[in-house]
Structure formats: structure tokens, C-alpha cells
């Protein structure tokens, strides 16, 4: 069973420099990572143009791909394994087996994403593992050059690992860059050219000593630019993973909120404003936007065709069912607050040709996607404060924490909460505003779980009981919460072990 292995690595070649940091290849062997022509010993990558077009890639192309892989299979992740959104679409099987938790290793949309996300690390690697070699060699190369684009480079992989480790829990990692593979070395270098999956914990460890070196040396920020990975953003991620019960340490949660907070954001008075549009062009670079992905009219989406219309051509691309459509029981919560502006800003009403889950007169959409040009927001201040509170919260600060939900419960015309007397309560309450406020952002399925797979479980398994428009679920359990590792990964791996329960 080796020599098949060795014999299919033997036909790739992968780096041949060292690396003193963690490098997460693409399963299987490591093409994509840093490369090398077949008959040198010198990466590709030699001088700091190099670094810098790795750099610009960043934005011109990675990021930007996220709209399929990284935006809307992660809301069908997040919103649809909850309570905010059926599937949509019951002719795209692959996401009704997800909302149903009845994915396997062979669902379309899990291998797409496990191949995504690892291709994305393998980008961001090209530069954090050649950058301090170029830096030396290379005179033209600034300090400041070095800082900036290592930690943009961190803070991309950063979010790729943390949402990798979120859908599949422990993934592959390796320690160096391996050299490529002879005849010779091919026993010593097999284990780096096909890794096993290492404990979340260690991926964590990694994930937060490159966002500190980040918050230290990232761009500041730009409030004329938010498609830019900056100090803010490697704070805003700190606070993620330190929330997470892996990592967990609230008063990391709060100290990196307070940081994001004091870098001048503010939220828009209008909750709307975020995803608004005139007839020339949609809003970008809001003063509450901390990381968005940015388009123009020009150079626009096309994701928005996979939730409702394009407002600029109403009629392009809707002439078939929608994904990510709104649930009863999430405009059955907006209405029981009597949250009008959260709500129209969420969820627009149009005509449509179906009717799967809604009258076909009156038919529920996604609506934070209205346009080619709307921006995909991936960090936000509101975001943040709900975070901040919620340490505050675990901290046992209860008039902290209600004074932060109420700043975002005020900007949407809302009565303020009155202050909760316990600790279960606080919580409820946060992960209630959590739901309003972030609603179709990628947030509720695992805002749930971080506080116990019974709380998601409730959510997950209650939806079909309440609401005939659900399909049938299979009951969440602790090993059904993670995706399945992918067959075609298995297959290319024998050092990979499949999560329990698939």
C-alpha cells in the first residue's frame, strides 16, 4: 500500500527550501505549495516582486474565490444546520443532505471545500514560507514589506484554518516544507507529503502566535479601503478562536474586541446602510466594516444569483429556486421583537415561479446579497460588540455585557434588555441578538455549539417538529457535527483517519 503512495509522489515535486514554520499542504502530496522547477534547487520565488505579485494575489484572486466555497457553502454550514434557513433548492442534493445532517464522504459540496480551503493555505504559504529567505536576499524588500505581507499572508490562512477546523475539526499539518522526492529520500519525506491530522488545540497554538505577530506588524487600517487584512482583522480573529472552547479565554476575548474597538469603527446609524445600493453603485467601506470583499458593477459577484435578484438586472438568472431562504421560526423572531429594521434588511418579499417554501405571490429571499457590487462582509463592529459581550458574560459582568447588547439593540429601534440575573440568561439573550443582528453572515450554527453540542442540538433537531417546510433531519450528535473527511482525500492519503460516525 506504500509504494502506491510513494510511487504517485514520486510524479509530483514539491519545495525544495526549508521552512521553520507550520505549513499546511494540500492532502494528498504536496502540489500547490510552494513549487519548484523540476531540474533547480531554487524555489520560484526569488526576489521581493515575487513576494509581492504572492502578495496581490491575496486579493485579485484568493479571496475573491470565496464566493462559492468560502461564502455560500459556509452559510449553508452555518445558517441552514440551524434554525435561520431551509436549503433552498431540493434539486441540489448535496445541500439537502447537509441541512438534513445526511452529508457522507462523497458529498459534492464537502470535497469542494476541504479541496478549496487547503489550495487556499497553500497560497498563503508560498509567501510565509519564502518571504524571511527573499527578505535576506533581496536588499529592495523594506521592513515594513515584510511585516505587512507575512501577516496578511497569516491572517488569510488564519481564517481559512479556523473555519476548516470548524466544519472538520483536526486537519493535516506538517512542520517544514518537504524536499522534493527521490528515489533516496522517499521513506524519510512520506509522512510530510502525506500528513496525518493534527489536534485542533495545536492548529489553534499556531493560528494565534501568527495573529499576534500580526497584530503587531499588518497594515493599519485604511477606512477608505476595508478589503484589507489589518490589524483589526488579526485582532477580530484572536477573538474568535479565543472564544472557542479549544482555545478558550474570555478575558483574550475581551482584550481583542477592546483592541478592534478603539481602532475607530463605529456603527452605521442605519443597519441597513451595510448592504444598501443607488442606481450607480452599492455602499462599500462603511465606517462598521472591519474585512469585506469588495466589488464594482464592473468587476461584480455573481453569488448574488444564488440568493434572489441582482438588483441591477431584476430579471437575469431567476428562473430558479434560490438558496438560502429564510425560515418561519427566523421571521417568527424578528416579528415577536417587533425588529422591522433587522428584518427588511435581512428578507426581501418578491414574486417568484416556485413555491417550495413559500406562496410563490409572497416568497421569501435572502437579502444581503442584493447586488453584483454588494460587498461580502467577513468582519463587522457589530459582530465584535455581541463578542465582547458575551466574555463579559462569561465573566459574570452582566451589566457590561447588557450594556453592549443594547448599543446594537438601539441602533435597530429596539427596546433595551433589562438586566439578566444569571449567567444562562445573559447568554440566551446575546445569542438571541447574535441571531437577529448576524443573521445570514455565518454565525448561528456555531454560535450555538460553542456554548455545548446540546444547545445546537436543541436548535437542529427541534426545526422539522415546528415547521413542515423543514425536511426530515437526522439527530445532531457529537460525531455527526463535523463534516466527513472526503473520500477522494482519503483516498489519496492512507495517513488520513476518517471522523467517527462516517
Known sequence: ????????????????????????????????????????????????EDMKGLR?????????????????????????????????????????????????????????????????VSNCNNIICNIDRIKEADASMTDREYGEWKSEAYCWRAWLLFQMSQIWGDIPLVNTIPPAITAENIEEVYDAYFPSRTARAD????????????????????????????????????ARIYAEETARDWAKVAENCEAVESMGFSLVDDYAKMWAYDETDAVRNTSESIF?????????????????????????????????????DLIAAYDAEGDVVRKNACIIIDEASWSNYWPGSEYAFMHKCPTNASSTILMRLGEIYLLHAEALAMADDYDGATEYVNRI?????LKGISRPKSRDEMIEAILHERRLELAFEGFRFFDLLRHGIDKAKAVHDAM???????????????????????QTALDKNP???????Y
Open 56 to 120: 496581490d494575489a491575496i486579493y485579485a484572486s484568493w479571496t475573491k474565490d470565496i464566493q462559492e466555497k468560502g461564502y455560500l457553502d459556509w452559510l449553508v454550514y452555518a445558517e441552514c444546520r440551524a434554525d435561520n434557513a431551509y436549503g433552498g433548492n431540493p434539486g441540489t442534493g448535496e445541500l439537502m443532505a447537509i441541512e438534513a445532517n445526511k452529508q457522507d464522504a462523497e458529498n459534492k459540496n464537502v470535497v469542494r471545500d476541504w479541496d478549496w480551503y487547503l489550495s487556499q
Open 409 to 413: 439593540r438601539q441602533r435597530a429601534g
Open 495 to 501: 495517513s488520513l483517519v476518517q471522523n467517527a460516525g
Open 292 to 328: 469585506e470583499v469588495t466589488w464594482t458593477r464592473s468587476s461584480g459577484n455573481w453569488v448574488w444569483m444564488m440568493f434572489h435578484r441582482n438588483a441591477y438586472n431584476p430579471s437575469d438568472s431567476y428562473s430558479w429556486i434560490k438558496w438560502i431562504t429564510p425560515s418561519r
Open 464 to 486: 422539522p417538529g415546528k415547521d413542515r417546510y423543514w425536511q426530515s433531519r437526522f439527530p445532531l450528535s457529537e460525531e455527526t457535527v463535523l463534516m466527513p473527511i472526503p
Open 203 to 238: 492548529i489553534y497554538a499556531r493560528i494565534i502566535k501568527e495573529l499576534e505577530f500580526a497584530c503587531l506588524n499588518a497594515p493599519d487600517v485604511s477606512h477608505s479601503d476595508k478589503f484589507l487584512f489589518t490589524k483589526a482583522f488579526a485582532h477580530g480573529m484572536l
Open 1 to 48: 500500500m506504500k509504494k502506491t503512495y510513494i510511487t504517485t509522489a514520486l510524479i509530483c515535486l514539491a519545495a525544495l527550501s526549508s521552512c521553520d514554520l507550520d505549513l499546511f499542504p494540500e492532502t494528498g502530496y504536496s502540489e500547490g505549495n510552494v513549487k519548484v522547477d523540476e531540474n533547480t534547487d531554487e524555489s520560484q520565488y526569488s526576489t521581493r
